[in-house]
């Protein structure tokens, strides 16, 4: 067999490559994608997929792991570098298994649990009805203000004293305004609770400083490692809490998963050095001056903006007030003319989470590309002209031409 995949599986090489077309032609606006390094890829892709090691460095279930324990302990060194933190877990195959683990550690079957409420911009494993968080344990949602659209520190404190909860989880997937880590310790301590911060959305805020930390706050701190971190998909956990670190531990391996995933750890060891360098910095830096102009321009054209802009990578557009169009209908328009992002429930929403009233827009990919204010202006202006001309097929080509010609600029590094 050739070792050539365009020789050897044809369809698999063709799907490839129309998504390396799909993603050089198209402007990536989803606010949890980005695009990895070469050098991350090339780590993903690497012999180390050959490897089974069940376990943690230097106590593996099999034998022949000597280099992915060097391997994973240069990820978890790195990372205690990059968040200032004790003890690290880097196994987890994403955020929502590293959300799970976390919990366990902390709370038991039937133990209450307060977290932001999906329909305000909290995730999944953060109490809702469908997920494990909201199936296993009395989970319970705070919402946002229904006027501002921003959080109100307040009534969480009144709903927690009120649900006297064993955990508390901050953190959230589409919430454009920074989070004030001190203020939700202030509200678990009162009610004698545990504090997990998951900072998947703005890790790479985090660590360069563009955000405030919860390390100093929280029990435990979850991630994933891809959205502004720029690694490969996976999950990561962190405390600076000894005792703690061995239940998390526990609950990951044994207690979720197997044989850990030591490519991506390795890809995740590469992210974590780029993620360190004064470039990185530069870079998430840019990602946030991005996401405010753009923001800023969907203002200046009468789009309401949630919270009226952004401190973070992404910000939410009532596309239906603002429009007349459904989140699903924008999004398919969106992508009829090569951009990308998708459609978002937004607080106190009327329509079903699949449909929904708006959509969510992120800056940390095409920023990577080498966006800056003026490119994501002038999407802005294309995705109105869509919406205004949505009807007008030709008009609809043109766009999509211009975006396709703008990319060129901007090209994949593979």
Do not use: W
Not at 101 to 130: C, E, F, V, W
């Amino acid at each position: 067999m050739s070792n050539n995949l365009r020789e050897s599986d044809q369809q698999v090489f063709e799907i490839l490559s129309a998504e390396r077309k799909r993603q050089q032609e198209s402007t990536e606006l989803i606010a949890s994608e980005n695009f990895v390094s070469p050098m991350v890829l090339q780590a993903q892709g690497s012999i180390l997929t050959n490897k089974y090691a069940e376990g943690y460095p230097h106590h593996r279930y099999y034998g022949g792991c000597e280099n992915v324990d060097d391997v994973e302990n240069l990820a978890k060194e790195r990372l205690k570098q990059l968040f200032n933190v004790k003890y690290v877990n880097v196994q987890p195959y994403s955020g929502s298994i590293a959300n799970c683990a976390a919990i366990r550690s902390l709370i038991n079957h039937g133990d209450k649990l307060l977290g932001m409420s999906i329909n305000a911009g909290g995730h999944l494993t953060h109490g809702y009805s469908l997920s494990f968080s909201g199936k296993d344990y009395e989970a319970y949602g705070y919402d946002v203000n229904p006027k501002t659209y921003r959080l109100d520190y307040e009534e969480v404190r009144q709903l927690a004293l009120k649900i006297k909860p064993k955990l508390i989880i901050c953190g959230a997937s589409a919430y454009s305004r920074e989070i004030d880590f001190k203020k939700f310790k202030e509200i678990a301590d009162e009610v004698d609770s545990y504090l997990i911060a998951d900072i998947a959305h703005i890790a790479g805020l985090v660590a360069t400083g563009y955000h405030n930390s919860p390390i100093e706050y929280c029990d435990i701190i979850t991630s994933t490692t891809h959205k502004t971190l720029r690694g490969p998909r996976g999950g990561i956990i962190m405390t600076n809490d000894e005792e703690l670190a061995k239940k998390i531990d526990k609950n990951v391996f044994p207690g979720l998963q197997g044989g850990p995933l030591e490519h991506v750890i390795a890809a995740k060891a590469v992210a974590f050095k780029e993620d360190l360098s004064p470039e990185f910095k530069t870079y998430i830096g840019q990602v946030v001056k991005n996401a405010k102009a753009m923001a800023d321009e969907f203002i200046s054209m009468n789009y309401e903006v949630l919270t009226g802009g952004t401190d973070n990578h992404l910000f939410l557009i009532d596309i239906l007030r603002s429009k007349g169009i459904t989140g699903m209908e924008a999004q398919k328009l969106l992508e009829s003319i090569n951009i990308t992002a998708n459609r978002n429930s937004i607080p106190f929403d009327t329509q079903k989470p699949y449909i929904s009233s708006g959509i969510r827009i992120g800056t940390p990919a095409m920023t990577t590309r080498g966006y800056k204010e003026k490119e994501f202006i002038t999407i802005a202006h294309y995705i109105d002209d869509a919406i205004n001309h949505k009807d007008d097929l030709k008009y609809l080509s043109s766009l999509k031409e211009q975006v396709i010609e703008l990319n060129k600029h901007f090209p994949l590094p593979y």
